[in-house]
């Protein structure tokens, strides 16, 4: 999870879906382009929602949650963001989290965070990204 300027709250690695990419291929590129991170195992997708920013006027946003594993020795980070969006040259500031957590995400993005396996000893960090 990082703090990135823009949002209250914690977040993951996230983004729009550019029209010739699936979600999955999205994920991958937001999650390089956000983190720094470019070795993922094991990713699965966790769920796809529908997500209210606001009521009115209506703004709603398609969402799909994917979790892999990564092997990352540093247990923080920043990273400059890469890629073309508008949070390119953006600083986020990377850590793990422990789970269970009561850290507030911006956007709800913590909204599948329990679906997530607990992990201990520290041998294989999880992480998510959201398109």
Same mark, same amino acid.
């Given at each position: 999870?990082?703090?990135?300027?823009?949002?209250?709250?914690?977040? =993951?690695?996230?983004?729009? =879906?550019?029209?010739?990419?699936?979600?999955?291929?999205? *994920?991958?590129?937001?999650? =390089?382009?956000?983190?720094?991170?470019?070795?993922?195992?094991?990713?699965?997708?966790?769920?796809?929602?529908?997500?209210?920013?606001?009521?009115?006027?209506?703004?709603?946003?398609?969402?799909?949650?994917?979790?892999?594993?990564?092997?990352?020795?540093?247990?923080?980070?920043?990273?400059?963001?890469?890629?073309?969006?508008?949070?390119?040259?953006?600083?986020?500031?990377?850590?793990?989290?422990?789970?269970?957590?009561?850290?507030?995400?911006?956007?709800?993005?913590?909204?599948?965070?329990?679906?997530?396996? =607990?992990?201990?000893?520290?041998?294989?960090?999880?992480?998510?990204? *959201?398109?």
């Amino acid at each position: 999870m990082f703090r990135g300027p823009g949002h209250e709250g914690f977040q =993951i690695p996230k983004g729009t =879906i550019e029209p010739d990419e699936t979600p999955r291929e999205a *994920a991958y590129r937001e999650a =390089i382009e956000e983190s720094g991170l470019a070795a993922f195992e094991g990713v699965e997708h966790l769920v796809t929602d529908v997500w209210t920013r606001r009521e009115s006027p209506p703004k709603r946003y398609v969402r799909h949650f994917y979790h892999a594993s990564v092997h990352e020795p540093r247990d923080s980070w920043t990273h400059v963001v890469t890629g073309t969006g508008e949070e390119r040259g953006s600083t986020f500031e990377f850590s793990w989290l422990d789970l269970p957590t009561d850290a507030s995400f911006a956007l709800d993005l913590d909204d599948y965070l329990y679906t997530l396996p =607990i992990q201990s000893g520290g041998e294989t960090a999880t992480g998510a990204a *959201a398109d």
